[in-house]
Each structure stands twice: as structure tokens, then as C-alpha cells.
């Protein structure tokens, strides 16, 4: 196997979701100066521009390969980041992609919580055990809601945003774990040998954001 060539300390590599995440990602990086359009739709996992590659990555994997360096920084939801538990620099909150990871039930549903479906199993295991509440987390891919519809559970973990999935399937939300939006994350490694590019496109990412939506 060939090894992968050495990327020269002025290209920068970009690991984004694929998801909605992924069209304002590409809309913020421009403003902040960086040559890049939003993909053609196609079966190319790889983008080329000058100077900048994108990954095109799922959400969950984002985190993974800016920590371990692969990408030089990513664009995630800080759901996705708690979850995978890795430490990365996070400089910047991006402030789209907003929503809460939230306790939902069905409306007016007291039986005691046995299991709880999520997408987050880890952020769901230390939300119930600081609620002492011995619960099983069952793993799901997606359509959370419906495991409180089924009874597949009597609880689940999932995202809020305007509460309209909610309100159309009868469920209320009873505790906010915490508050989600888009986040700028750094390999710090890469902060160093590609401090040029990545010290101004940080600093250029907070003007954009404050400019935005002043405090
Ligand atoms: N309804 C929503 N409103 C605002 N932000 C959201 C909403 N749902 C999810 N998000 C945020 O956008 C991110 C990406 O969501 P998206 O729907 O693209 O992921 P997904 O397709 O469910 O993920 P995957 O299939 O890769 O697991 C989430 O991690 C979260 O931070
Ligand atoms: O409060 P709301 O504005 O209704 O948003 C919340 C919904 O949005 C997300 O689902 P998404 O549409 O991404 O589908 P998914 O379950 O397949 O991830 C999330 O999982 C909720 O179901």
C-alpha cells in the first residue's frame, strides 16, 4: 500500500456532515473566506477546492477523524460531540443548527421508566444514573419518537426543536439534558502546524457569529 502523501502545512482539511448541517457549513466557511461551494449532488465523498478538502462525513464521524487528525477541523452539532466523548479544541460556537437532546414521554404517562430509546446512549446512561433512575438504554438509528408511541419504551432521549414532532405524535417533553448548536472543531496538532490558515479562519468564524447575533 502506498503511503498517503504528506499534506503540505497551507491545505487545510475539512471533515462536515452530510445532513442539514452540511449547506450552512458550507455557507459560513465562504463568508469566512474560504473558497468552497456546496457539492454538486453525486456519489463523491471527497471535494476538492483550492486550497481546502471536504470530507463528506455522517455526523457521528466527524469528531472521530478531526481528533484523530485526519481532518484538520470539522463542523458538528455539540450532540454529536458529547456523545462520541472525544476531547477535541472546540473554538467556536457556530450558533445554527439549534435544538436541546430532551426526556420525552407520552402526554401524561406515569408508569414507572423502564427502558428509554435514544440515539444517544451515552449521554442517556449519565443523564438516568444522576437521576438514580435504573433504566435500560436501547440503541435506535432514527424515528426515535416512535419507541414512547409503541411502548417500546416509556421514555426516550431525543431532539426537540420547535416541538412540532412532538405535538403531531402526543408526546411532552419533561427534562432538557442540554442545549445543542453547531460547533467549529480543531485537531490541536493541526492548530499548530497549520496555524496560519486555521488562527485566522477561527477568528474570522467569532466575528461572523457575534456580527450575526449580538449578545
Ligand atoms: N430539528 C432540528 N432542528 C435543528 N437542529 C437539529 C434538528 N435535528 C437535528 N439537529 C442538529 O443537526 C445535526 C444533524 O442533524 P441531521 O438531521 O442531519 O442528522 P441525522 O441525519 O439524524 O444524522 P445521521 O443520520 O448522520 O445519524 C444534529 O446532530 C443536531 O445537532
Ligand atoms: O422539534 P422539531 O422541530 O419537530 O424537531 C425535532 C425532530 O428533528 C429531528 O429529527 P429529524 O427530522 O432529523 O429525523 P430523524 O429522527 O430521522 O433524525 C429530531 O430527531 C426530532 O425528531
Redesign the pocket.
Known amino acids: 500500500m502506498t503511503p498517503a502523501p504528506l499534506r503540505a502545512p497551507d491545505h487545510l482539511t475539512l471533515a462536515l456532515?452530510k445532513?442539514?448541517?452540511l449547506e450552512e457549513a458550507i455557507a459560513l466557511l465562504s463568508q469566512a473566506g474560504l473558497p468552497l461551494t456546496l457539492p454538486e449532488k453525486s456519489r463523491a465523498l471527497r471535494h476538492e477546492f483550492p486550497g481546502v478538502t471536504v470530507l463528506e462525513l455522517?455526523?457521528?464521524d466527524v469528531p472521530v477523524y478531526v481528533d484523530l487528525g485526519v481532518a484538520d477541523a470539522g463542523i458538528v452539532?455539540k450532540?454529536?460531540l458529547i456523545e462520541s466523548g472525544r476531547e477535541v479544541y472546540e473554538p467556536v460556537d457556530l450558533r445554527f443548527?439549534?435544538?436541546r437532546l430532551s426526556l420525552i414521554r407520552e402526554v401524561g404517562a406515569t408508569a414507572p421508566i423502564v427502558r428509554v430509546g435514544t440515539k444517544y446512549p451515552r449521554a442517556a446512561r449519565a443523564y438516568l444514573n444522576a437521576r438514580g433512575i435504573p433504566a435500560e438504554v436501547v440503541k435506535l438509528s432514527?424515528n426515535i419518537e416512535l419507541a414512547a408511541l409503541t411502548g417500546l419504551a416509556e421514555a426516550v432521549i431525543d431532539?426537540v426543536?420547535t416541538g412540532s414532532t412532538l405535538r403531531a405524535n402526543n408526546l411532552e417533553e419533561k427534562e432538557v439534558l442540554f442545549e445543542?448548536s453547531a460547533r467549529l472543531i480543531v485537531n490541536r496538532a493541526a492548530l499548530k502546524l497549520r496555524r496560519e490558515r486555521l488562527r485566522p479562519l477561527i477568528e474570522r468564524l467569532r466575528e461572523l457569529v457575534t456580527e450575526d447575533r449580538p449578545a
Open positions: 456532515p445532513g442539514r448541517i455522517r455526523n457521528q452539532g450532540d454529536v443548527a439549534q435544538c432514527g431532539l426543536q445543542s
